[in-house]
């Protein structure tokens, strides 16, 4: 105690002499205003490189997106891949396990369906406004799309459903005032959700020895509960990839949703568009292929 106030002394004595020097006071005051009005430029820019981050990921994802326009007459091109992609999960477990020529071939047919619209391969993303978490994963897939040969991947391709997309615009989605569109196609497409919850507890990033285990089954558990709960962002990396014999890859897994998270590791974009091309290719502690259900 005696040091703490040996160390008060000095700004106990400066303050003393600002209370009775009455030349100060004024020109503190003055001073803490032109303090004020010179900082004010540097929070605005501040405020504004924040604002233009939000822009450039929104813009990002907008350019990327699955609409959800039509959601309340189950019509969005969103609501349409969902239920697409139901289907041609159960295809794919017909492709794996039946011993039926005609169900293996029609079960081929919804998946050259599938592929054929939405593409073999590709990144599908849940993504929101106002979310530092969607910023990091923008700014880490943007970057690898667009320098893939630096980090050995080819392809690259995803398709995204902005939660809040701003439908107030659009007349004949006028419910938006009473429940969001996404509720909508949530409840319509439940069994899609289903289905990335029981890909992700199956995936290497799931099995693989990570420090936050119970927080990554917990944001997947939100999969399955009400729409307010889901945990977004959520990147689902999507397998029907064929070899040069036309056949798929990925024959034997359960799933054709092959990684399901809800984060991407790194401080820097460079950083994290290296885990999402280490999540492309399989490779790493996390996103190692895991082993085939089938051999």
Known sequence: MKFLKILATPFVKLWGWIRDTAWVQPLLIVGCIFGVIFSIPYISKGIQNLSNKEEDSMKFYN????SMSGAYKDSSDAGKFLASYSKTQEAWEAYNKSTDDSKIKEAKTQLDSFTDKYG???????AKSSCEACDNISTGLEYLKNHQKDYGVSGIKLHTVVVDQDLSKNDEDDNYKTDSAFKMIYDNNAGAFESFYEAGRNGSYYTSNLSNYDSYVDNLETLLEKVDAVKVPLVVLIDLSKD?????????YDY????VFFEITGDTKYDRASQFADCWNYKGDVFGKRVATDK
């Not at 054709?256 to 990684?259: C, D, P, R, V, Y």
Request: hydrophobic share 35%; aromatic share 16%.
């Open 244 to 252: 040069s014999n036309k056949e798929y890859t990925m024959k034997g």
């Open 63 to 66: 350019n990327n997106r699955l």
């Open 120 to 126: 073999e391969k590709f990144y599908f993303v849940l």
């Open 256 to 259: 054709i949703a092959t990684q």
